[in-house]
């Protein structure tokens, strides 16, 4: 059997770039005479913008400094010890970086036994322990406070979760098993499964400490002091800190089955993490920890063998790292500045446009549209959506004067923009008119002037040949709901010029948005291949498979909505219009449906109603539907739209319409809402075999979103 030391010795030697989080120990005499105390800092010499990890090195280094303080417990030396983090931080988990370069399951074994073998002897140290959680914490910084006597928190923390399961793992050094014992099974639920899912929602600290995580709460000014009083009350008595009795009866049954309902709703069974922390949770009701961090470790090793996980860190580094840093973009300092700007439309996808550059720009934005009734009604949505940040908190009186004092609107086009010098269209898709109100723009915006479209599927190079300046004409897509989902897909024309995309780029940073550089091909990105993708389901329908069917068939794919869900989001009209944009370009491969041609012209705003809380297929179009007799099974659908994704991807890639797959999966991400244990689609498409049955070869190279060979 080997010693923690050795196993993370083994671990440390297979990641050398591992940034070190150090264990600092210093002593000193608690106040009210409670005694001598031993604080623990983890700290990795970096500011907060570097958050402290935990590393083999680094728990190496925390297992050295609990050998100190035990010896000094042992001793009678010291009445105590404390954790803490630097300033900001308190830990953030396990280091990811090394998890990607494990290739072996005993290696993956060694790290979860090595975190447990180190946090568990803070629980079994003959003195009590105390966590401080002065800042973020996620992962292993939580669980490292749960093998404490007690815990405090910072009023002002803005994160601390248990993230595993969003990511393909399972909170493995103690979260699954400890966390149930402390505040009951359905708060544990919640914390470990719903919220991981729930686009890996964060807690502040006023709820850690609701929860009954943490024991007391303090203001972050002066949060280790007042935590320091409070451990001397604790440690001489004046303060007992009592904790509810853990229903171990059918509650803690009935939470581990709303997880896993939770569960399914979210992934369909598509990825294992979930289902294994679940499993754990479940057998953590007998109270056993050592058989619950056994199989904390099983599982964690398990999942760091699986593509799922894999595919989660890859998703991660893709909105993390390349999200913040698109391929293509050029020189940033070509970038010229932006101290207006312009919105040709004044309907809602305008108006949602207008409020984003207001708030993040916070310049002068001015709307234009045919007529003043439709001006007036654009204005009066930002100034309320102004009012609502108002009611919320989130901006106070004087700055929501201030923003609502910068948005006006205007029928004459020469007087909003004469000093724009960045003018955004979102009216009706239409080449002809589009074309139009560039030329009208042009007539009248600076010569400097951006000139940008949001158009869904038209060419921007088309849109732009008109003018006597096509080289500042730049596509600016967004998608819909504007403020919620992160992606922009910004398309260079064949005209548009350096110093135009750069100043695109340093808008989208600006509006906080994924910015990815797309070539001017039909629909870009995420709009071709979820025509392909629907449009596939479409045909099998039309065929004649039935609608439930060709629905359940790609539900192992935990996608966020079903396709015909997606469908009554976006509107069948749209739907139909990009794939009649798309039939055109591609004939081949895009069909136009004259199912849901059928349905847009009866009016219909979807395929289903939903009269029972549950969507049904609308009676009234399934008197429409006209379909054949070809009917295919789930796995026959599944495989038919799969196929016809890879394809389509391999096509764009083959034609430059970005850069790398990375980039159609930063796009899927962050744009549509595919799930981050897909990686987005290619890791799936790869994993699953279909890359190579349709295209002869991966997408990824081993390693990428896979376990290296």
């Known amino acids: 059997m080997s010693t923690t030391a050795e196993l993370l010795k083994q671990a440390s030697d297979l990641f050398p770039d591992e940034v070190v989080t150090s264990a600092h120990v210093r002593h000193f005499d608690l106040p009210f005479g409670a005694g001598r105390f031993a604080l623990i800092t983890l700290d990795n010499g970096l500011d907060h913008t570097k958050p402290t990890t935990f590393g083999p090195a680094s728990l190496a280094n925390l297992n050295t400094a609990v050998d100190q303080v035990e010896k000094e417990a042992a001793e009678g030396a010291i009445v105590g010890v404390g954790i803490t983090g630097k300033p900001f931080i308190f830990a953030v988990g396990a280091d990811l970086k090394g998890v990607e370069l494990l290739k072996e ?241 004044a309907g809602l996808m305008a108006s949602q446009l207008a409020l984003l550059f207001l708030r993040r720009l916070e310049v002068p934005v001015v709307l234009t549209d045919i007529d003043q009734e439709r001006v007036d009604k654009g204005v009066a949505y930002v100034h309320a959506e102004i009012d609502k940040l108002l009611g919320k908190g989130r901006v106070n009186q004087d700055k929501a004067n201030r923003l609502k004092a910068l948005v006006t609107g205007v029928l004459d086009k020469a007087e909003g923009f004469a000093d724009a010098d960045f003018v955004i269209e979102a009216v009706f898709e239409e080449i002809g008119v589009k074309q139009q109100v560039f030329a009208e723009v042009e007539a009248v915006a600076p010569a400097h002037a951006i000139l940008a479209t949001n158009t869904s599927s038209l060419s921007v190079t088309e849109m732009a040949s008109k003018l006597k300046h096509p080289e500042r004409v730049v596509g600016f897509h967004f998608f819909n709901p504007v403020a919620i989902l992160p992606l922009l897909e910004i398309v260079r024309g064949e005209q548009t010029d350096d110093a135009s995309l750069a100043t695109a780029f340093a808008v989208a940073k600006k509006l906080k948005k994924t910015a990815v550089l797309v070539k001017d091909a039909p629909a870009f990105v995420v709009n071709r291949i979820l025509t392909r993708f629907m449009g596939e389901i479409q045909n099998v329908i039309d065929e004649g498979t039935p609608v439930e069917v060709a629905e359940k068939a790609v539900e192992p794919l935990g996608l966020p909505m079903s396709p015909l869900v997606l469908l009554e989001l976006v509107g069948p009209a749209i739907g139909l219009h990009v794939s009649e944009t798309l039939h055109g370009a591609f004939p081949d491969r895009f069909k136009v449906s004259p199912n849901l041609k059928a349905v847009v012209e009866a009016g219909k705003r979807g395929f289903y109603v939903y009269d029972s809380g549950k969507p049904e297929l609308d009676p009234e179009v399934a008197a429409l539907l006209k379909q054949g007799d070809v009917v295919l099974t789930e796995e026959q659908v599944r495989a038919r739209v799969l196929d016809a994704v890879a394809q389509e991807i391999g096509l764009m890639l083959d034609e430059g319409v970005v850069a790398e797959a990375q980039d159609v999966d930063l796009c899927l991400i962050t744009g549509a809402g595919w799930p981050f244990h897909l990686g987005g689609i290619t890791p799936y498409l790869d994993r699953e075999g279909v890359s190579e049955r349709v295209n002869g070869k991966k997408f990824l190279a081993p390693g990428v979103a896979s376990v290296p060979a």
């Not at 060694?110 to 401080?132: M, N, Q």
């Not at 943490?214 to 409070?230: M, P, T, V, Y």
């Open 105 to 345: 399951h005993e290696h993956a074994l060694a790290i979860g036994k090595g975190g447990h073998e180190v946090f568990k002897r803070l629980s079994k140290l003959a003195v009590p322990t105390f966590a401080y959680y002065n800042g973020a914490a996620m992962g292993g910084g939580v669980e490292v406070g749960l093998h404490c006597s007690y815990r405090t928190v910072s009023k002002a923390i803005p994160a601390f979760s248990l993230p595993e399961v969003f990511l393909g793992l399972v909170p493995g050094w103690g979260g699954c098993t400890l966390l149930p014992n402390l505040i009951g099974a359905e708060k544990a639920v919640s914390v470990i499964i719903e919220n991981s899912l729930n686009q890996n929602k964060q807690l502040k600290g006023q709820q850690v400490f609701d929860l009954g995580i943490a024991d007391a709460i303090f203001e972050g000014a002066d949060f280790l002091e007042q935590s320091l009083i409070w451990t001397a009350q604790v440690l001489k008595g004046d303060i007992t800190v009592e904790r509810p009795a853990i229903d171990r009866g059918e509650a803690w049954d009935q939470a581990v089955a709303k997880g896993r309902f939770i569960a399914d709703g979210k992934v369909h069974g598509a990825a294992p993490a979930a289902y294994r922390a679940l499993d754990i949770i479940a057998a953590a009701k007998n109270g056993d920890l050592q058989q619950g961090f056994d199989a904390e470790d099983q599982a964690l090793a398990d999942l760091i063998m699986g593509g799922e996980l894999r595919a989660g860190i890859y998703a991660f580094n893709l909105v993390q790292k390349r999200g913040k840093r698109p391929a293509g973009a050029p020189d940033k300092n070509l970038a010229r500045p932006v101290t207006k700007v312009g919105v040709v439309g």
